[in-house]
């Protein structure tokens, strides 16, 4: 007899119909399929950005499940026994859902399955979030990469499974289980007023990433390999905060971009390796899980890092009031899109890390606090790279230089009068919405006279020499983005 029990699937950050092999083996199995998201510790823990945009990316799926006749249940608590409830609630014999890399999530994923398995239920986990599963990359001895570019080459040429076409029906159970609201979870609370002025830079959903990547295609991808770093125009595929939450799949991006290379399109191997960084990144989480919280050489665990989060020159640049403009627009960007160029997120780290002596780790929470696109492995290898204390770093003596980067980057002063209000006669929006995104106790006002710098550039980059000269270490190699 055909089996016609219910399939629960667990939605966490694949949050998409097509490229989505977890729903689509659901729904060609023919049984009903129940798609549940759980508010778990891992949605709780998060920082205020990627909470609110998370909520935003499972209000719009679960929109988009419902134009297709099915439904997003929501529960809340422990996802074991979330899990087991649902199990008991709908009589669901299997439970599929995506795999994650991350230490916590592998630990909780790892502990669920075994008690499934042993409640006489079949659990299947999909390859859905990256490119190359991070064991089946290795060295010729056998071992994990540790560099960018060797890693490149070993996966260049590798087979990326085709995406799925979205599913054309998604099959419903007859009766649902009881959902929670997102009113009732309000996972925008810890993102207070800025929410509402990140939101207006901010487009949801599956539809509004497959749009931008196709404009991206169309307008910018020939570009790239130069664009990319430019800071005056947009010239990137913004597709970060989409793969965050899994609202676009890598393997689409890979094939799109395989697809131009193919085409004899000058910027899209230039795509390609770009993406691998973020393979890159997770590869190192995976093989080296100790990247998200600690000194990836250990030998940086004795730095002289200022660690104090209260000091006022980390004070000063959380609050975009370094008075080096580069680095408050960089920030500033951050605050009201809840994104930043890459070019400029090398400049403030740099500037943190080096100008500033403090530890990395400062920098590396301010982010997950406040980037949309936050990604635990490409936030910490990104810190590391810049501080000099991963692998494959930039060797801790390259100091970036604010003002050379600017006159570089962006010659015209575009982007920085883009975001910084002070001085202007009549600041664009962009530059007033940073005052109205951050909390209101900061007081700062765009009528205020622009801040004096934190640290002479020369000052501060002789400090940082003279540290690294006595605390030694470091080496070199490629740039990441
Ligand atoms: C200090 C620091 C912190 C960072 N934190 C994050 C983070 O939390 N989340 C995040 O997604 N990226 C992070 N990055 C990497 C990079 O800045 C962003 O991925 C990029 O700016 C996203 O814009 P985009 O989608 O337009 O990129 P595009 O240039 O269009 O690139 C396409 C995709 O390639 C990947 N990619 C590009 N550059 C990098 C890179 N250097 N490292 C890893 N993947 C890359 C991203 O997935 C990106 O969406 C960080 C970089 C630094 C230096």
Known sequence: ???????????????????????AAACASGRPVVPVFIRDASVDNLGAAPKWRLGRAVEVFAASLAENGSRLILRSGNARDVLLDLVRETGAADVYWSRLYDPASVERDTAIKSDLKKAGLAVHSFATALLFEPWEVATGGGGHYKVYSPFWRAVRGRDVAAPSPAPSAIPAPDRWPLSETLDQWDLSTPMRRGAEIVGRYT???????????????????????????ALDRVGTSGMSPYLATGEIGPRTLWHAAMRAHHDGNAGAETYLKELVWREFAWHLCWHTPHILHRSWREEWDAFPWNKDENHPDAIAWKRACTGVPLVDAGLREMQVTGTMHNRARMVVASYLTKHLMCDWRIGQRWFEQHLVDWDPASNAMGWQ????????????????????????FDPDGTYVARWIAEGQESPPRTALDYFEAVPARWNLRPSAPYPEPTVGLAEGRARALAAYDAARGGSGSDNPG
């Open 385 to 408: 790279w810049v501080a000099g204390s991963g692998p494959d770093a930039a060797p801790y003596f390259r100091i970036f230089n604010p003002e050379t980067q600017r006159k570089t």
């Open 203 to 229: 487009e949801i959903g599956e539809a509004a990433a497959q749009r931008r990547f196709d404009a991206f295609l169309d307008d910018d991808l020939a570009q790239y390999a130069h664009d990319r770093n």
């Open 1 to 23: 007899m055909q089996d016609s029990s219910p399939i629960l699937l667990w939605l966490r950050r694949d949050l998409r119909m097509q490229d989505a092999p977890a729903l």
